[in-house]
């Protein structure tokens, strides 16, 4: 089947990357809705991963004081396992390296533990101590340089 990674352009796009937010991180992983949703939507370049026509996961990323920070990453249960998750941090570091004010900045992620070996795959290492962001486990993963594309 076919894997396929868009930037969003448009508020129904957009409404579809929600709804898998929604299922994952707020039904599945008990994210309280007003911590899922924030004041970034508008500001963050956000992508939609297609599973041959449908919609199954979800990606953005955002300019921050520290850096670019890579979010929401989201791939709905059944298509778990298949690429997805690689096709969305392949689609969404390809489109930071597009970028022209990304030169030079550091890249990083809030990496849920369960998801931490998508992120290495990806050239990501974890940097500091585990710490939790809605009940969740995190570290903060950054890329390193020698692998930016």
Same mark, same amino acid.
Do not use: C
């Given at each position: 089947m076919n894997i396929s990674v868009k930037k969003i352009n448009d508020?129904?796009? %957009?409404? +579809?990357?929600?709804?898998?937010?929604?299922?994952?991180?707020?039904k599945e992983q008990q994210v309280a809705p007003d911590e899922e949703y924030d004041e970034f939507e508008q500001d963050s370049t956000q992508f939609l991963a297609y599973f041959g026509q449908?919609?199954? *996961?979800?990606?953005?990323?955002?300019?921050?004081d520290k850096g670019i920070k890579l979010e929401r990453f989201a791939v709905l249960k059944p298509f778990r396992g298949k690429g997805? *998750?690689?096709? %969305?941090? +392949?689609?969404?570091?390809?489109?930071?390296?597009?970028?022209? %004010?990304? +030169? *030079?900045?550091?890249?990083?992620?809030?990496?849920?533990?369960?998801?931490?070996?998508?992120?290495? +795959?990806? *050239?990501?290492?974890?940097?500091?101590d585990l710490f939790v962001e809605c009940n969740i486990d995190h570290y903060l993963m950054k890329l390193l340089p020698e692998n930016k594309v």
């Open positions: 508020l129904p796009t %957009l409404q +579809k990357a929600f709804r898998i937010r929604e299922e994952v991180f707020v449908q919609e199954v *996961g979800t990606a953005r990323w955002r300019f921050t997805i *998750g690689e096709a %969305l941090v +392949k689609a969404v570091l390809e489109d930071i390296n597009s970028h022209p %004010l990304s +030169k *030079g900045k550091i890249i990083y992620l809030h990496g849920q533990v369960q998801a931490m070996g998508l992120y290495e +795959k990806s *050239g990501f290492q974890k940097s500091g």
